[in-house]
């Protein structure tokens, strides 16, 4: 594709995306998911949800990639299918990590984390370190709550500055400690030899 991946725009500091082009493609890609999950005779799982798997044409418009992990959704009364747990480690829903069901509900799940990238413009989850992914995950979605918090219409409803000050550092807290704790799983993993991500 043209334009190479959203990934290579989000994450690289020598291509910034305006806004309305962010917006247009997660619609695109939200109408995309829309259309395997509710457009089709069979419920389609995506699976593999996020920025590297959304290619973009020459005008920015978005084209789903890697359908190998597809999966057909659950069908007559089956409230999921079971599976074992496969696709990319940090998007993935916590209860599809936990017992492995799968439902178009997982899909939703990554979709929320790279709406949280492309707000932020940074990786809400660290490439094979699950460790450290929830806490920035965590972290974004509370600076995303203070940020709402403060542009209440209500003037007294919004926090005072020394309550923000206290949620900002707590936020700096805990995405400090995913950040440690992905260097403390990267030294561990490369101690017992396994596969250690750069
Ligand atoms: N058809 C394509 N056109 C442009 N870039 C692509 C295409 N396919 C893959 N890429 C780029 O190659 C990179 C690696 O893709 P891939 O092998 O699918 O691994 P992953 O999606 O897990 O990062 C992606 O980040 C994307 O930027
Ligand atoms: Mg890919």
Redesign the pocket.
């Known amino acids: 594709?043209p334009n190479?991946?959203l990934?290579?725009h989000l994450f690289n500091n020598t291509s910034t995306l305006p806004w309305k082009t962010r917006l247009g493609i997660m619609l695109g890609a939200a109408q995309g998911l829309a259309y395997l999950h509710e457009g089709l005779e069979v419920k389609v799982i995506y699976r593999d949800f996020?920025s590297?798997?959304v290619?973009l044409d020459e005008g920015f418009r978005p084209k789903l990639?890697?359908f190998g992990l597809a999966r057909e959704g659950p069908t007559g009364d089956h409230t999921h299918v079971s599976t074992t747990v496969v696709g990319?480690y940090g998007y993935a829903a916590p209860e599809y990590i936990d017992t492995g069901h799968l439902t178009i509900q997982s899909d939703v799940w990554t979709f929320g984390v790279v709406l949280y990238e492309i707000i932020t413009g940074r990786r809400t989850v660290e490439r094979n370190r699950p460790t450290s992914e929830q806490k920035l995950l965590d972290a974004a979605q509370n600076v995303g709550k203070l940020a709402q918090s403060c542009l209440k219409k209500n003037a007294k409803e919004r926090p005072t500055m020394s309550q923000v000050v206290e949620s900002l550092k707590q936020a700096i807290q805990e995405s400090q400690e995913g950040i440690n704790g992905a260097k403390k799983a990267a030294v561990t993993s490369s101690r017992t030899g396994g596969r250690r991500s750069n």
Do not use: I
Request: no cysteine; glycine share 8%.
């Open positions: 594709m190479g991946s990934e290579d996020k590297s798997n290619l990639s890697d990319t």
